[in-house]
């Protein structure tokens, strides 16, 4: 499949600290409203770009990256090549309908321009009913695979630093401004309600949902009940339509079937994948490379898939904990592994979708189809912590022996380790550091012993840092 060029680049502000963020996104937002697009006379009657039940809209992502560094997109065969900005599917089409709603000629959807004032969970779940935006009183809350189709990875991860090219990971027709900081809030405090909430929990046994963060481009299940401190009102919302006006949706609905071949077709996306995983795992450029190659079913234009793509098959209403499986349809093999705890699990999968931040290309997107782990001392180490069918980021590959693998949020201390799991624990001070007496390591694979480069944990929940994970592939059968 050949590259194909992709859009105008979308507007990118250098900013140096985080009250100009919030300026700055406060600008854009009235820019948004008012020059973003045409409005349409009659926005129920704007028709749709395919006819896909569920058309997974196309990442944006526009540039092309080795492990550390912007590159030229190479070419068939080249190092690196095969990854999500060599190709264009289902490219994003929005109309600003000039009455406060927005419709997606890809999914189908109308959706809300406006940013929300942050809700409660359960008020962000109550007050669809009430809504009215552009005379129409049919709104719900979005579902995760609704919500995510507006991700838009030409964003930039604000989470390790206050300045650099800050671009939120959503489209400019939309409202959007930044958090408030300046009663200590946290910048990356930027997470969005929807209607699909984990078949298990997280954290202290916690209740969730699964939610978007259109600041650090990441799916996470966040707590229902309000945070500590919190007055409650922790998230945004944004409502959704069919543009219609049907009364039901199946977008994010997959139409699976077994060819027979040792692939498995999607009649709802159009997409084709593997039937199998990789069977071990790898770091991103092997990832990228071993889909090229790939042999299967009589398909030629294997490649690993975007960030999008790959989540469009997670299975919502599975997970390790409540159906002893990944978060996947079973007409799919899936690797089990042992994980950071210990316990049979199933992996974390590469995307072919590099994640930008404000510090580095160095980390790729890939989806958790087991649990979501990290390390919290205070629940007794290892647990779930963003769920089996959250979206993260983890360094491309791994550092050198004996040092730590490079990583956007990637706190100081520990060492490499070379088994899994178990390993040496880290060491390190307080903040954004490893827990004294954390283990670090990582999973083991099948029959595998495997020595995965992993460093230990990241981020406020200890994110386990997996630089080897597991693939699959997918064809766009075109």
Not at 422 to 444: I, Q, R
Request: include cysteine.
């Amino acid at each position: 499949m050949s590259s194909i060029p992709r859009r105008a680049r979308r507007r990118a502000t250098t900013v140096g600290s985080w009250a100009a963020v919030t300026l700055v996104a406060s600008a854009l937002v009235l820019s948004a409203c008012s020059t973003a697009s045409t409005p349409s006379a009659s926005p129920a009657a704007v028709g749709k770009t395919n006819d896909l039940a569920f058309a997974v809209v196309d990442t944006s992502q526009s540039k092309c990256y080795n492990n550390d560094a912007e590159i030229d997109c190479p070419q068939a065969g080249e190092a690196f090549s095969g990854q999500d900005a060599q190709f264009s599917e289902n490219p994003t089409s929005y109309t600003n309908n000039g009455d406060g709603t927005v419709t997606d000629h890809v999914t189908g959807l109308m959706w809300q321009q406006a940013m929300s004032d942050k809700v409660s969970y359960a008020d962000a779940i109550s007050g669809a009913s009430v809504q009215t935006t552009g005379g129409y009183s049919d709104w719900r809350v979005p579902t995760i695979k609704e919500l995510y189709s507006l991700m838009n990875f030409n964003g930039t991860d604000i989470s390790a630093s206050s300045s650099g090219t800050v671009v939120p990971f959503i489209d400019s027709v939309f409202g959007f401004t930044y958090p408030d900081t300046s009663g200590g809030n946290r910048p990356i405090n930027s997470q969005w309600v929807t209607s699909t909430e984990y078949v298990s929990t997280v954290l202290n046994n916690d209740k969730c949902f699964f939610g978007v963060n259109f600041v650090d481009g990441r799916i996470k299940c966040y707590p229902e009940a309000a945070r500590q401190g919190s007055d409650g009102k922790d998230y945004y919302v944004r409502y959704v339509r069919n543009a219609d006006g049907a009364t039901t949706s199946t977008y994010g609905i997959n139409s699976f079937s077994d060819q027979g071949n040792g692939t498995v077709k999607d009649a709802a996306t159009g997409l084709t994948w593997a039937q199998k995983d990789s069977g071990k795992s790898m770091n991103w450029q092997s990832a990228l490379a071993y889909c090229s190659a790939l042999d299967a079913g009589g398909v030629d234009d294997w490649r690993l898939p975007n960030a999008k793509e790959l989540q469009s098959i997670v299975d919502y209403s599975r997970s390790p904990a409540t159906t002893k499986s990944a978060a996947i349809d079973p007409i799919f093999s899936s690797t089990k592994i042992t994980d950071e705890a210990g316990k049979t699990d199933w992996g974390f999968y590469w995307t072919s979708t590099t994640h930008i931040s404000t510090v580095n290309v160095s980390d790729a997107v890939y989806i958790v189809f087991g649990r979501g782990m990290g390390y919290m001392e205070e629940y007794g180490g290892w647990i779930d912590v963003h769920g089996a069918g959250s979206q993260r980021s983890d360094p491309k590959v791994a550092a050198a022996s004996g040092t730590q693998a490079s990583s956007s949020t990637q706190p100081s201390g520990g060492t490499q380790p070379t088994g899994a799991p178990g390993g040496t624990p880290p060491t390190g001070g307080p903040g954004g550091t490893p827990p004294a007496g954390a283990p670090s390591g990582g999973p083991s694979t099948g029959s595998e012993t495997p020595s995965n480069g992993n460093a230990s944990q990241q981020g406020a929940q200890h994110d386990a840092i997996r630089t080897d994970n597991l693939v699959r592939c997918v064809s766009s059968g075109h």
